[in-house]
């Protein structure tokens, strides 16, 4: 059993067992915010060592509290992805989370020495640890990513995305939240072609060359993050093999490419796109600009298009944050109302209301 696993498994049994024969309470301290929890901990009696076998399981007593809460602020998902660092960052360090214990009950069972204790655990110092492990794509506004890959063979269309689940997986594994349709944030599109190359001299087997093309494209304000292309062979003793094989070897030639440049991307700049309406006159919507751009999270405002009429379209750059976000603030601006309509990670549709 690898040692991922085992910590994994140390975490969900002491959340478990734990959550089983205790209590979890939260109480105001002078200094600190309070999380009481009881956990047992347990080592193997070596060579007859009462000693250090007590001094062991009051140590896993004390990861195991940790681990309790830990489990209580942290999704499940986390537990397993980020279980060494956790592991290694939190759980192993006691003596900074822990305020106090208390020994509740401690005994001898066969080869091993059992311990019982009542932890006072620091919230406020875990919860700002664990703030670490929250992913990236989670702190750039949780985007949903979608694709939309067009693949050939000796052109004609492919049922199965091979290309498509590659670059799926790849930004799944990276935290990110992704479609099963092409809707979303972040749409990846594309084409890729697989077309036969040769059999000779080979000893049976067939070669097959596909080529790849895609960008990302932030699906509210249009625009592009970044284009990339990739070409890759495959063999198999099929043709449908080879041609498979191509395709999954130019997906994975640039899968890490597009992760980190949409990654980037997002880093650098976060672009929103705000469809205003009741944007009566140029001198109304100029007004509003103004105000937007004495928002302290806004990098700037400009204007897109407008109809004369009652509807316009600006791109805000923020300086952090994201469009759902952003909705906050403006609902509690006081220098203009609005209503907030909709809005997703990258796009936002508000009404002007009268003063």
């Keep these: 059993m690898s040692k991922s696993i085992s910590i994994v498994l140390a975490l969900v049994f002491a959340i478990f067992a734990t959550s089983c024969s205790s209590t979890r309470k939260s109480l105001k301290n002078s200094a600190y915010d309070i999380e009481i929890v009881e956990a047992d901990g347990m080592a193997p009696i070596i060579e007859k060592d009462i000693t250090a076998a007590k001094k062991t399981s009051l140590h896993e007593a004390m990861k195991n509290a940790l681990a309790l809460v830990v489990g209580v602020y942290v999704s499940q998902e986390a537990l397993v992805s980020k279980a060494i660092l956790i592991d290694d960052s939190i759980t192993s360090q006691t003596e900074g989370y822990i305020e106090k214990y208390e020994i509740i009950k401690e005994w001898k069972d066969g080869d091993f020495y059992k311990t019982r204790i009542k932890a006072h655990v620091r919230r406020e110092d875990l919860s700002a640890k664990l703030k670490n492990f929250e992913n990236e794509p989670s702190k750039l506004g949780n985007p949903v990513i979608a694709f939309s890959i067009e693949e050939t063979v000796d052109g004609k269309p492919m049922e199965s995305h091979y290309c498509e689940l590659e670059i799926k997986n790849t930004f799944a594994e990276a935290g990110f939240a992704v479609s099963d349709k092409q809707e979303g944030d972040i749409l990846i599109s594309g084409t890729a072609s697989s077309d036969f190359n040769t059999q000779e001299g080979l000893g049976g087997f067939t070669s097959y060359r596909a080529a790849l093309s895609a960008k990302a494209v932030k699906t509210g304000s249009e625009e592009v993050l970044l284009t990339v292309q990739s070409s890759a062979g495959g063999i198999d003793l099929s043709k449908k093999g080879a041609a498979r094989a191509a395709l999954i070897n130019a997906s994975k030639k640039i899968a890490l490419e597009i992760k980190d440049g949409v990654l980037k991307a997002l880093r650098k700049k976060t672009l929103i796109k705000i469809t205003v309406e009741n944007a009566e006159t140029m001198n109304k919507l100029s007004e509003f600009i103004k105000a937007l751009r004495n928002i302290p999270t806004v990098r700037d405002c400009w204007l897109r298009t407008f109809n004369g009429g009652k509807n316009a379209v600006l791109d805000v750059n923020l ?37």
């Design 319 to 355: 300086r952090r944050s994201n469009a759902a976000d952003f909705s906050q603030i403006l609902g509690k601006n006081k220098r203009f109302k609005v209503e907030i309509i909709n809005s997703t990670s990258y796009s936002l549709n508000l009404r002007i209301q009268p003063k």
